[in-house]
């Protein structure tokens, strides 16, 4: 479909947060790559389950077996969404960075003093934390570099991988730049060698549709409230991938894929709750199944929100004491993300001089501390960060120009 600034519009009406006003205005959100809103499909699914099967799973009535019915549509939609074989490839946790550190725990007890594990400069620390966890169990880790484009060196990533490397973990897209990295080089360079590939689609699945089966990364971790759902954590799994790992587990839970990695008792509300977002992104599209329609959808937006992104690009770096960070809009490979610094104002002085006026905008370094070190900007308080999202529109943009033209 043809995602148009009239559809943009119309998505508003769904997302009762965006109706808020502060001092006479309506709050403008261009804070999504730190969390999006949700539609009212979302909260209704939510609050339909706390009020009609709220008991746990696996109990001979029909409540609990609602809630057991509830969870597996939940991880087929989940399936759908990424592309996976089904739903056995799909588990849930608090949030990506629980899952990723129970599955470096998990990775690391197979690991061998003297292997390595390849991180990057330009991740989130949510992928590069639980892996630089390792070295105290005699794994190196070694780090691919970024260059001052704001993208990855793939000559540096190709040195990095060596016939010792295990596993490379890797970022989709960078939240703070925008970046979309070459994942069909990654899993070129990581197959050579037979190492697994863990990528990071947190900034990328907002944005952009996926298909595990065409990228075949071993494991695939994102989280559903950065596309319209939940605070609930995602893993996909390779078939097979999970089976035989050492996970943290107790001797009562289910050791087959997906419970494998699972601990304790999920939030069945919000894992509702990201079936339903999933299926208001479907909704957006055309198709026969829910797979064809969540592709037609998240193509339809990702060229949407890229226009609307590269406006801003531009408009913004017209400014006198601006510089715009991370790649140009020139490529499609590009998420509708952009930061920023301004001359006379830190980062922080800039967010709070927006947020008096209603504009919702992050700044600081979003836990890409990394790279925001090697741009030499940690010490000037980071980057002003502007996320585009299905909701927003070109007067959200043209309130933040002249804001950010004031201070300017």
């Not at 205005?25 to 009609?52: C, H, M, W």
Request: hydrophobic fraction near 45%; glycine fraction near 10%.
């Amino acid at each position: 479909m043809t995602y148009t600034a009239a559809h943009a519009a119309r998505s508003r009406e769904d997302f009762p947060a965006l109706k808020q006003r502060h001092d006479g205005r309506e709050l403008v959100f261009l804070d999504g790559p730190g969390g999006v809103q949700v539609p009212n499909a979302v909260i209704a699914a939510v609050s339909d389950l706390y009020a009609t099967c709220n008991v746990n799973t696996h109990g001979a009535f029909a409540p609990s077996r609602e809630v057991d019915r509830r969870m597996q549509a939940a991880r087929a939609a989940v399936a759908d969404f990424l592309g996976a074989a089904g739903p056995q490839c799909i588990s849930f946790g608090q949030n990506m960075t629980t899952l990723n550190f129970a599955l470096a725990h998990a990775l690391g007890r197979t690991f061998e003093p003297g292997d390595e594990v390849v991180i990057t400069q330009l991740d989130h620390e949510a992928n590069r934390g639980p892996w630089l966890g390792l070295e105290r169990h005699g794994v190196r880790v070694r780090e691919a570099r970024l260059l001052p484009t704001g993208r990855l060196d793939p000559a540096d990533l190709a040195q990095q991988i060596t016939p010792r490397t295990r596993l490379l973990a890797l970022g989709a897209s960078s939240n703070a730049l925008g970046t979309v990295n070459d994942l069909a080089l990654a899993r070129r360079l990581t197959r050579a060698v037979g190492a697994l590939l863990v990528i990071d689609a947190v900034h990328y699945a907002p944005h952009f549709p996926i298909d595990v089966g065409a990228l075949d990364p071993d494991f695939l971790l994102c989280s559903a409230y950065k596309f319209y759902g939940p605070h609930v954590g995602i893993l996909y799994a390779r078939p097979g991938a999970l089976e035989r790992l050492p996970t943290d587990r107790l001797s009562t839970q289910e050791p087959g894929a997906p419970y494998r990695i699972e601990t304790g008792t999920l939030n069945h509300a919000a894992i509702h709750g990201v079936s339903a977002a999933i299926d208001y992104l479907a909704g957006w599209g055309r198709g026969s199944t829910r797979r064809e329609r969540l592709l037609d959808a998240m193509t339809g937006i990702a060229a949407y929100e890229h226009g609307l992104a590269a406006h801003y690009h531009e408009a913004v770096g017209r400014l006198p004491g601006v510089r715009v960070w991370g790649p140009d809009f020139a490529s499609p490979a590009r998420a509708p993300t952009v930061s920023i610094t301004l001359e006379k104002h830190t980062a922080a002085e800039a967010a709070a001089a927006l947020g008096a006026e209603g504009v919702c905008v992050w700044d600081g370094n979003f836990y890409a501390a990394r790279a925001v070190e090697v741009l030499g900007l940690a010490d000037r308080g980071g980057l002003l960060r502007t996320g585009v999202s299905m909701y927003s529109t070109e007067a959200d943009i043209e309130r933040l120009l002249a804001g950010l033209g004031k201070l300017a």
